[in-house]
């Protein structure tokens, strides 16, 4: 183990100058060992590859504890008998066992690090039992800073979810707790007290009657799921379904929420068919068909866990009642059922291999909220509600964050993201090639975990353009581009300014009412012109500089 630590303080080491050097527009960081072996892909963890889980517990809402066993299935892809299971304090690991032998397990920390004794042939597949109970920890401010969020509804009935993005899933439940290698599938059996239900992702297996006043429901995901993607959600639920005529056929859409709020959720939930239509549009079939659609509600704003959204938006149009783009269009639906749902495609269909990449998920989704404004209300009403989340980027730090440490990058990602990605379609050559491109993303990259440069690849190999500059500026660089410009004696002097090297992006022109597209580089050009004003298209995320 000193030799393992040592290995793992010299990569720490090494990951902590190239943070600094990932962020040397921003802030640096400090990041432990912990940190690493919750954020790379450990020697213990790369030599197996997963199968299947299942995860069967009991929840106690009286004394906040979750107790049972997880059952996980591996292909052996290389010999290693030492296995890392990730669960974090205060949660307890108790035992390990295969093949009916209680195994060595050696605790650090989150992780946990267990001695295998059957030989681990490559090609094989093996299954373990890891078992574990304790108070998981509660949730502070969900779904940020989350873990079990332990409720009361107004009926002071239990009102009990799960949330745990960023903080890993193993804040409840012991599992393989890194993005790279997602489950093919998975069982949920939770038990409850009798008079609750639990809804968990995929399709109800079955419900199962206890002696002892509780109810076991079953529950299987037959598509690859991420860690964080899996969730419980227990409550005095009612259900009421649809069902959507989608590319693939009959897509099963069903709606969970609090008994109280039975007749408010059939009017509020008209958003889901709706988001169903615009997003198979521009994204391509909804990728899970097998586990069917769900809405669940929850005691806080909202998640996008795998075919089992969660939905705390308290009934209300915009986010919580406003509009975050200031343009009056985010009034027009919820967003959090619109936002969360998005993930569907980004985030749960095309995953992220490590956080630091987790534009790939937020940019794409804050970019559907347009789309999906565009889709019923037209192109103008889209490009006023992505342009309006303008107002919300600070540019700060970069959007990408520290890799092998799981750090994610700025909160930026959200509005700037999102607004990359409009700029970003005015340089693909027309509207359909631009829906073709991201449909195409869903398709290539489908039930996959990603890092940016493959999607920076796809791009710009589908769009013919050499995208490097043009992602590095947006993406590693906290300076907006800036078109520098002078108007004299009828002649346009322009270039770029404040951008990375080899920015030549083209930008569109206004003038006289005419528009004009202009290839800046940093280096002064020219052109005639029969007027003292240009007006910068404002579909182009750019800042402008005229110089008197």
């Known amino acids: 183990m000193k030799i393992n630590k ?7 080491i090494l990951g902590t100058i190239t943070a600094q050097a990932q962020l040397d527009h921003g802030a640096s960081h400090n990041f432990t060992y912990q940190d690493t072996l919750r954020g790379s892909i450990t020697p213990e963890r790369a030599w197996w590859d997963l199968n299947y889980y299942h995860l069967d517990i009991s929840v106690d809402p009286e004394t906040k504890t979750i107790k049972g066993k997880n059952t996980v299935q591996y292909t052996v892809l290389d010999s290693n008998n030492r296995l890392q299971i990730d669960l974090q304090p205060p949660l307890i690991l108790t035992k390990a066992i295969q093949d009916g032998e209680d195994l060595l397990i050696e605790h ?17 597949v093996n299954s373990l039992e890891v078992f574990y109970e304790g108070n998981p920890r509660e949730a502070v401010r969900a779904p940020w800073d989350g873990g079990i969020s332990w409720k009361k509804d107004e009926n002071e009935k239990d009102f009990i979810a799960s949330s745990c993005q960023g903080l890993g899933a193993s804040v409840w439940w012991p599992n393989k707790d ?14 409850v007290p009798k008079h609750l239900m639990n809804i968990s992702n995929g399709r109800l297996l079955s ?3 206890k002696e002892d006043d509780t109810t076991t429901y079953h529950w299987f995901v ?15 639920y009612v259900n009421f379904s649809e069902v959507y005529e989608g590319e693939k056929g009959d897509l099963d859409l069903d709606y969970y929420v609090l008994r109280d709020n039975l007749e408010k959720a059939k009017e509020q939930f008209k958003d889901a068919p709706k988001l169903m239509k615009a997003f198979e549009h521009w994204f391509g079939p909804y990728p899970f068909y097998e586990d069917s659609f769900k809405l669940v509600e929850v005691p806080y704003l909202g998640m996008e866990h795998q075919s089992s959204v969660t939905y705390g938006n308290q009934y209300k149009k915009g986010y919580l009642g406003r509009d975050l783009s200031g343009s009056g269009w985010g009034l027009k639906f919820d967003y959090i059922i619109i936002h969360e749902s998005g993930h569907e495609w980004f985030a749960n269909n095309i995953t992220y291999k490590d956080i630091a990449d987790m534009w790939i998920h937020e940019s794409f989704t804050t970019y559907s909220e347009n789309i999906f404004v565009e889709y019923y209300y037209g192109t103008e009403a889209g490009a006023d509600y992505v342009i309006g989340t303008r107002a919300r980027i600070k540019n700060e730090i970069p959007i990408i964050g520290t890799y092998n440490v799981n750090a994610e990058g700025s909160s930026d990602m959200y509005p700037k993201g999102a607004n990359m990605i409009h700029t970003l379609r005015q340089l693909v050559k027309g509207d359909e090639r631009w829906r073709q491109i991201l449909r195409g993303l ?8 990603v890092t940016t440069q493959e999607i920076e690849t796809y791009i710009s190999n589908e769009s013919g353009l050499d995208l490097t500059a043009f ?7 906290i300076r907006i581009p800036t078109l520098e410009y002078s108007i004299e004696d009828n002649e346009l002097s322009y270039r770029w300014i404040n951008v990375v090297e080899n920015f030549k992006m083209p930008v569109e022109i206004e003038i006289d009412q005419e528009k004009k597209k202009l290839y800046p580089t940093e280096e002064w050009q020219k052109m005639p012109i029969n007027t003292d004003q240009i007006v910068l298209d404002r579909d182009y995320y750019v800042d402008s500089n005229q110089l008197k």
């Not at 040592?6 to 720490?12: H, R």
């Not at 993005?179 to 038990?191: A, F, L, P, R």
Request: aromatic residues 12%; contains cysteine; charged residues 20%.
């Open 6 to 12: 040592l290995f793992w303080s010299i990569c720490l």
């Open 108 to 124: 650090d920390g989150n992780a946990h690090f267990i001695q295998l004794t059957r030989e681990q042939t490559i090609g094989d």
């Open 178 to 191: 890194h993005m790279y290698d997602e489950v093919d599938s998975m069982k949920i059996s939770v038990n």
């Open 207 to 209: 419900v199962e009657e």
């Open 222 to 236: 037959s598509n690859p799921i991420n860690n964080y993607g899996v969730n419980i959600n227990i409550g005095d």
């Open 442 to 449: 869903n398709k290539t990259f489908y039930h996959q975990t």
């Open 471 to 477: 992602f590095n500026q947006y993406l590693r660089d």
